[in-house]
């Protein structure tokens, strides 16, 4: 499995497009589980099918880019759109968090910004969850700290090196739309529907006063490259943490709003939280 990896990491942008799109479809004409969530999370949001159908292909794309971003010698070319709101906030000196939701080609969201401001302003810090299966966490130890870039684990000494990285002035990023582990979040609205949420993105924008800028990396087609789009939130973070929490959901559906048919329609949104030894919920209170 590592070498097919490697084997796709050195394939063009638009081969793998390609393939990934016959295979998201593959998927969900295969998956009945698969198909009733993308169509039931789409309908929750006021879309229907037809709407969103080619976030059937995207969903593919995303999967077989991955060894592209993850190794390949090179990032694919990404156009950067208002990162002028990215750079007032360092000149500002103050701390970045970059939030995206599932959307286009997230994983290249922090690599192309670490290629753009991590030399002048540092690394950008971003959460890791080792992967159960021993060939995947092999390549997902290197695969990620491409430079510029910062993985921490998903444990209290990485939500620690997220809060020092914000401190001194530097960024973070986070997928705020991922359902956090049993008692590291809170039931709030996500398109009309109570979705268990991340707490740590509020926290960490609260706690150290860092500014939230919002990012979504959509692909263009026939395999032409990316844009990433950055903006900041229409209005200032509420000061309590259940409201912020509210807040960050907003946006993040505004973000999806943008671009539907490049949103994993298919993810488990609604899941039930699962429970994480590494990350208890005396961990979450130590946090704060």
Known sequence: MHSFFRLLSVLPIGLLHFLGAVMGWVTFALSPTYRRRFVGNAKQAGYSFRQVRAAVGHAGRMVFEMPRIWLGSSLPHCTIVNGECVERVFAQGKGLV???????????????????????HGDITVLYRPARQAWLAKILETARNRPGVQAVPTTLAGVRQMIKTLRKGSAVGLLPDQVPPQGLGMWSPFFGREAYTMTLAARLALQTGATIITA???RK????????YFEELATPLSPTLEDAVHDINVAMEQTIRQCPAQYLWGYGRYKQPRVDPQMSPAAEKEQA
Do not use: D
């Open 98 to 120: 970059f939030l995206t939701p599932h959307i286009g080609c997230f994983e290249l969201s922090v690599h192309a910004a670490a290629q753009r401001w991590a030399a002048q």
């Open 216 to 218: 979504r990396c959509e």
């Open 221 to 228: 087609s026939w395999g032409r490259g990316f844009v990433l």
